[in-house]
């Protein structure tokens, strides 16, 4: 397999072979250093170079036009931000960070957090009120210690009631007091201006605590007539984690598994090689075929790369491979993405595929830490004089046929959304996502009712996208 080991010589490479114009990284002040970064690395590794008439290699004739250009952008994040290409609309997820080092601890499942995540909703009725639902509760967190559970609901944080205008301030504090309240339908079976949410007087105190989440996050095995069904809620692909993911399918495969549901619908993407391992532990069969392919820009166009099925971890040992022909996959609307979209669109055309759930987000690119670095990908060599980093999308994923995962999402083949209050429990076979995957399988109309019943969907906030938990990351 072709390793991407992009490994750049300075960044003015790129206008030595175009006749830019001369080496201008003498020239610059102190004051402008993050800036000539951006743009420099912008102009090389970006994606969407070619559309961005500001990062052209002729947009510049002299060194005091450029510099003009640079010193017109009050700060780094301006710069950047007006050099990527639609981004309400293509260029979603490219970001600058002031700080690499708090981008690699994320980048390696490392962040502070309490150990919750959740949804937020709209107070039925009105369009301003917004109260959560805790979707899961990470293992060995400030919050598993506290016993909080999926499906609790909270109204308010610091007994001040959720509202458009504060949820992001309360809930992004380090310490924080949630309320929790009671979801109440008063008893009509359509989701109406009548159903209530009061608090109901718990509350619990959450601190947030430097945390590494293994993103194998829960393995079941389960026997549904006479059918080993394996479960796997998987929320992260990170590097890091591999041989855990590995062990879980050994553990699969120890067990005779003959089915398969993988539980995306929190995972916001990762490592492109870890998902071609999740590929290869999936099936088996197809070893040295290709999986995916990524195509870059016009300046690194010699580092396209195919990544295939492989039969081994590159430093451990053999992988646990299943040799499915078929597998089931969950996804949610705001949460499934990037790498776990590069998953259902490379197995594809292999193997059957059935998606369960909702759209996905609809992230076709790769992206890769840049550094103002000589080699722009390692820190090693990093400007002493700022700790900024870039994560531009530098590639476009496709599968074997060259088809990309669409700006859209992808469409699953039963549709079904999370219901706020019925949830359900992880890994448990009445859980309405796994159960339509389970009643799929079987051929039986068990889940029925819950399919219903989780089809009372409440208004859900739609969330900025975060550039970093909707990532494909190239190693």
Not at 301 to 308: F, G, H, V
Request: hydrophobic share 35%.
């Amino acid at each position: 397999m072709k390793k991407v080991k992009i490994l750049l010589l300075v960044c003015l490479v790129a206008f030595s072979a175009t006749s830019c114009f001369d080496d201008m990284d003498d020239n610059i002040i102190a004051g402008e250093d993050i800036n000539d970064f951006v743009w420099k690395a912008m102009n090389f590794v970006y994606l969407y170079k070619s559309e961005i008439p500001d990062l052209s290699n002729s947009r510049f004739t002299t060194t005091d036009e450029y510099t003009d250009y640079l010193n017109s952008y009050a700060s780094p994040e301006a710069l950047f931000e007006s050099l990527l290409y639609l981004p309400n609309e293509i260029d979603r997820f490219s970001g600058i960070y002031s700080n690499y080092f708090d981008l690699q601890n994320a980048l390696s499942g490392i962040s502070l957090s309490n150990g919750i995540e959740y949804n937020l909703y709209y107070v039925p009725g009105s369009e301003t009120e917004v109260f959560g639902a805790i979707t899961l509760v990470l293992a060995n967190s400030p919050a598993e210690n506290l016993g909080l559970e999926r499906g609790q609901i909270f109204r308010a944080i610091n007994d001040n009631n959720l509202t458009l205008n504060n949820y992001v301030d309360l809930l992004s504090s380090t310490s924080y007091t949630i309320n929790f309240a009671d979801y109440n339908d008063n008893g009509t079976p359509d989701t109406s201006d009548d159903d209530t949410v009061e608090l109901s007087g718990i509350n619990a105190s959450l601190t947030k605590v430097s945390y590494s989440e293994n993103p194998v996050h829960k393995t079941e095995v389960l026997n549904v007539d006479g059918i080993n069904i394996g479960y796997l809620m998987y929320n992260g692909f990170t590097i890091e984690f591999d041989d855990n993911l590995n062990d879980a399918f050994g553990e699969f495969r120890a067990a005779g598994v003959s089915e398969l549901v993988i539980d995306l619908r929190y995972n916001g993407g990762g490592s492109v090689q870890t998902a071609a391992y999740l590929g290869s532990m999936v099936t088996g069969q197809f070893t040295g075929e290709i999986y995916s392919k990524l195509f870059y820009n016009e300046n690194l166009a010699s580092n396209d790369t195919d990544y295939l099925f492989t039969n081994s971890i590159d430093g451990g040992g053999s992988i646990n491979s299943l040799n499915l022909s078929k597998v089931y996959v969950l996804t949610t609307s705001n949460r499934t993405a990037s790498a776990s979209e590069l998953v259902i669109n490379s197995l594809k055309p292999y193997i059957e595929v059935v998606v369960i759930g909702e759209n996905t987000v609809g992230k076709t690119q790769a992206s890769r830490t840049v550094y103002d670095s000589p080699t722009l990908f390692s820190d090693t060599e990093a400007n002493p004089s700022h700790t900024y980093a870039l994560q531009p999308l530098i590639a476009k994923s496709t599968n074997v046929n060259e088809e990309l995962v669409p700006s859209t999402g992808l469409v699953p083949d039963i549709v079904l959304s999370e219901s706020v209050n019925n949830l359900g429990i992880l890994g448990d076979i009445n859980e309405p996502l796994l159960a339509a995957a389970i009643s799929h399988l079987s051929g039986s109309s068990r889940s029925s009712n819950l399919t219903t019943e989780a089809s009372k969907v409440i208004k859900q906030l739609s969330l900025p996208i975060s550039a970093l938990q909707q990532d494909m990351q190239i190693d």
